[in-house]
């Protein structure tokens, strides 16, 4: 019963809604601040009780369960008479789709019409879906959708957003942008509709791992695309076009299945990626979910009014209209027991939401589907009917108490989505979100008086007992049985956000670690074989493997004895030593001589002026997460002694990235794949780098494909190479440049459009992904395995030097390093910054590998950056080296140990020699010109001399 004014907010018929542009506002509608409900009975999740609630501005400001206690507030409110009805939180509908695109239409229930009807029964908040076209912006998606929401929706709403394609450049940053900047904390895959919004498994695990780092719960529509695809077309061969095809072509087991494979993939690994299964529809399913729950995964499941209410038989009537308005997936099933069942699994907390995937579609929308069911749009209303749907035929039929009826129709979805306890609950300081519920009222469904925007109601004539006798949205009534102009109210929905965490992430810490200390590498140094030796070769290993190519002994497999000895730098499963500094280090205490030794060595008294920075950048912290997840060295940022200080120009700092990698798949696995294997590798680590705030990065020598140089084979690894200007890597690192302003170096094997002739080149993109130039290797070795002059000639183009936004810089690749007169050139040629991006191994040159980019800085004043590969590659078919020794699988080990060098001759530690890793460090250029000048080289180095001399000995040639 309603009193005083309250009468008048029904009585606003005729207030005049203005338009600005094609929404509407209203103005100056009627507001209650102060509202006290009396008498009812408080239904919570947990607990019913007598009691009079108090709103005002808004908000809940008092729930009074002692009927002797004294009220204290102002006289000056509205008092509404709940005797003999329920108080209970406003429903949360979290899966509704008003406005969507899809299947060659519009949905008809828009943000008004869906609000609307969500207010006539009894839900106060509804959570759309943001559906982004394939490769459009995530950002951009979210303003595209919130516009269409602003200033229509009667009550508040919230987003989460789909995830209709995956981009290793895009997509995970956007997931982070939206959780940060916009209060997204839910993102949806589809394992169905193929071609349109489904994304594959590899791509789901990637949403699965963005989402738990970001704090965002992953939801999915689970349903087997292929076996739909493949029951659609079974469906036509016999000629059935109708409706009833539809749930024939995609019946339980093709939900049930993507339902166990969705579940598998969040849980298999570590029971710790937090997923919300949507529309558990049938028994099949929801068994599936029950099996995750009691493995103790982080598994919510939900399921619709209209599983629970309507009747899947209509696919079988004879009336196309009807049988066309049922047309929704997964499809309802057509058992009318599964109705019943599904409402024990909600008592029973199997299922935890209840739901309605609203998505209308009027009768002229569906008959584009009048040929064949595969065009009719899919979805079904749900919004108004979903609480006197599971109020009749749960709480009403005995199978949930009034408290499991608002624990699913509001407070867990509430906690779920982190609305909690702003929302989904009558208590104290909570949104003023209040429903007064007549569990004895009922009404029957009509889509003459539905509050909906379709022609259509899958409930249509059904008598359901429950009924929101008032709607209070913030703190205003916004529906009354009795009168009310809900559209009154139109764009007083607020845009809500969410924050990220939460209560699905409650046991994530305790499942992480009780994983990392259940799951731990078996150390097995100590075991020893009846021959007495220790195997370091993988048991799975396809090929002979070396294990050292540094002495005539190199096939020799260590024994127990040796293996117990390897200091603490080595590695014991491989038999190679881990770096350099792992030796000193360890053998030499901090102190004087340690101070000495690192002065000696790298040019500097115990890495001063080598400082770690790694709070040097803000997303920092992501990158060591990816770098600890992806198994590659990531210690921080280096920084050389700096620049004095001049008055007439600033200082140019550049963060230069290293990386070096092994190969990601063996050498007899598809091209594509190896090459598709090194993308992801390689995008990871690039992305990595930028996060740490890198400016350039370079690449290895050839790092999309194995160094298959030693092999002398053609096939197949002249598939490896590409065009440089618009071949598969080169749009692979354009989007990455482009994506994190940064400028990269990619080093491939070139087949050059004209002639089809191979070259070793360097790519060099700028900062907006344009190509800047390419470089081709200047030297080709023809020693032991470097049989590259098989495969292509020496350089034509000189030495040129790339002006970027973040200094001049050249390229000189691998075996350059050799000949000082190259690395001359490009310092005359003006670079301030030159890569070296390698592949060479341990038995042949390491002990030079040191000096000369490093003398390279030093001579010619600019910033060297020496990277060389990591990892022994092992090939399927034996060769030989033309040394007499046995003919072999692989090439050597490949000993990474990458570093940088300032023009003052300091130089970085070195990477691992058999671990991927990336090198970062601080280049300030303005040291370029202070070191040319205080050294004098060029005024010194007596140039014509030797071009005169050079001059006459080539004649001599």
């Not at 007495?532 to 070396?546: E, G, H, K, L």
């Not at 600033?650 to 090194?678: F, G, M, S």
């Not at 003052?904 to 280049?923: F, H, M, N, Q, Y």
Request: glycine share 8%; charged share 20%; aromatic share 8%.
């Amino acid at each position: 019963m309603l009193r005083g004014c309250a009468q008048r907010v029904f009585q606003a018929k005729h207030h005049v809604l203005k338009r600005i542009g094609t929404r509407y506002f209203s103005p100056s509608y009627p507001i209650l601040n102060d509202i006290l409900i009396r008498n009812g009975i408080v239904v919570n999740s947990d607990r019913e009780f007598q009691a009079d609630v108090f709103i005002s501005n808004g908000k809940i400001v008092d729930v009074i369960e002692d009927s002797n206690a004294t009220f204290n507030h102002s006289n000056n409110f509205e008092e509404i008479d709940a005797k003999g009805k329920y108080v209970i939180p406003g429903g949360i509908d979290p899966h509704v789709h008003l406005e969507m695109p899809f299947m060659g239409t519009t949905s008809v229930d828009g943000y008004m019409e869906g609000t609307r009807a969500a207010l006539a029964g009894g839900t106060t908040c509804l959570i759309d879906f943001i559906i982004p076209k394939k490769g459009q912006d995530l950002v951009e998606a979210y303003e595209e959708w919130a516009a269409r929401a602003d200033g229509e929706a009667c009550c508040d709403y919230s987003f989460h957003c789909a995830i209709t394609y995956w981009d290793p450049l895009t997509t995970s940053a956007g997931m982070e942008r939206l959780v940060k900047e916009k209060g997204i904390n839910s993102f949806k895959v589809f394992l169905a509709y193929k071609g349109s919004l489904q994304v594959l498994d590899d791509e789901c695990l990637k949403v699965l791992e963005t989402a738990k780092r970001v704090g965002a719960v992953t939801m999915a529509h689970c349903e087997h695309a292929d076996l739909i695809e493949h029951g659609q077309q079974e469906m036509h061969d016999m000629g059935i076009y109708g409706p009833e095809g539809h749930y024939w072509s995609r019946t339980e087991e093709v939900e049930a299945e993507a339902t166990h494979r969705m579940i598998t993939m969040a849980g298999a690994a570590r029971a710790s990626f937090p997923l919300y299964v949507v529309h558990v529809m049938s028994s099949l399913a929801a068994d599936e979910v029950a099996r995750g729950k009691q493995k103790g995964h982080i598994l919510f499941g939900e399921t619709l009014a209209s599983t629970l209410g309507a009747d899947g038989r209509n696919y079988y009537n004879e009336d196309w209209r009807t049988a066309a308005g049922f047309i929704m997936s997964p499809p309802i099933n057509p058992d009318p027991r599964v109705k019943e069942d599904m409402m024990r699994r909600v008592s029973a907390k199997q299922i935890d939401v209840v739901s309605t995937d609203n998505c209308t579609f009027r009768t002229d929308q569906k008959l584009m589907g009048e040929e064949t069911f595969t065009k009719i749009p899919n979805g079904v209303n749900g919004i108004e009917d979903r609480l006197s749907v599971v109020w009749n035929n749960g709480v009403r039929a005995g199978l949930l108490s009034p408290s499991d009826f608002v624990q699913a129709t509001s407070t867990q979805a509430a906690r779920i989505f982190n609305l909690y306890p702003r929302k989904g609950v009558i208590a104290k300081g909570a949104d003023a979100d209040v429903v007064v519920w007549d569990g004895s009222a009922s009404r029957v469904v009509s889509r003459n008086t539905h509050h909906h925007g379709v022609d259509f109601n899958i409930f249509e004539g059904q008598e359901l007992h429950g009924v929101a006798e008032t709607t209070i949205s913030g703190g205003v009534i916004k529906w009354a049985v009795v009168n009310a102009d809900i559209e009154v109210h139109r764009g007083s929905g607020q845009l809500l956000t969410r924050p990220s965490f939460g209560h699905a992430f409650s046991r994530v810490p305790s499942l992480d670690k009780h994983y990392a200390e259940t799951h731990q590498a078996v150390n097995r140094s100590g075991h020893v074989k009846a021959d007495n030796v220790v195997s370091n070769t993988p048991a799975a290993a396809p090929f002979p493997q070396r294990t050292n190519t540094r002495s005539d002994k190199q096939d020799e497999v260590p024994t127990a004895a040796k293996m117990s000895s390897l200091p603490l730098g080595e590695n014991a499963s491989t038999g190679h030593l881990h770096s350099l500094e792992s030796i000193l280090w360890q053998h030499i205490p901090e102190g004087r001589d340690r101070d000495e030794v690192s002065r000696l060595v790298y040019g500097a008294p115990a890495y001063a002026g080598l400082t770690h920075c790694d709070s040097a950048h803000p997303q920092f912290s992501h990158a060591k997460e990816a770098a600890e997840k992806n198994k590659f060295d990531l210690d921080g940022v280096y920084s050389f002694q700096p620049s004095a200080d001049e008055q007439t120009r600033k200082k140019r700092i550049t963060r230069v990235a290293a990386i070096q990698n092994t190969i990601a798949l063996p050498t007899d696995r598809p091209v594509i794949e190896q090459k598709h294997a090194l993308f992801n590798k390689i995008g990871n680590m690039i992305e990595a780098a930028a996060q740490s705030g890198a400016n350039v990065v370079c690449l290895q020598e050839c790092w999309t494909s194995p160094f298959f140089m030693c092999t002398r084979e053609r096939l197949p690894w002249v598939e490896f190479a590409e065009d440089p200007t618009d071949g598969e890597s080169a749009q692979f690192i354009q989007n990455l440049a482009r994506h994190y302003n940064m400028v990269i170096i990619s080093p491939i094997l070139e087949k050059d459009k004209a002639q089809g002739v191979l070259h070793n080149t360097a790519v060099v993109f700028d900062n907006k992904g344009d190509i800047l130039g390419t470089h081709r290797k200047n030297h080709i070795p023809r020693v032991c395995d470097f049989n590259e002059s098989s495969y292509y000639m020496e350089g034509n183009d000189g030495h040129p030097v790339f002006k970027t936004e973040f200094g001049n810089i050249a390229v000189n690749i691998c075996y350059g390093r050799h000949h000082p007169l190259n690395w001359m050139a490009y310092g005359l040629n003006g670079a301030e910054i030159v890569f070296n991006p390698c592949a060479t191994v341990d038995g042949l040159s390491e002990h030079l590998w040191s000096i000369e980019a490093r003398a390279a800085a030093i001579a010619n004043n600019y910033f060297s950056v020496a990277i060389n590969r990591v990892g022994t590659e092992t090939f399927p078919r034996e060769f030989t080296s033309g040394d007499g020794k046995p003919a072999h699988h692989d090439f050597g080990q490949f000993f990474g140990t990458s570093y940088i060098t300032a023009p003052t001759g300091e130089r970085t530690p070195g990477l691992s020699r058999v671990k991927d890793g990336i090198l970062l460090a601080d280049c300030d250029l303005t040291l370029c010109d202070q070191v040319k000048q205080k050294w004098q080289f060029q005024m010194t180095s007596r140039i014509p001399m030797y071009a005169d001399f050079l001059s006459d000995f080539a004649k001599k040639l």
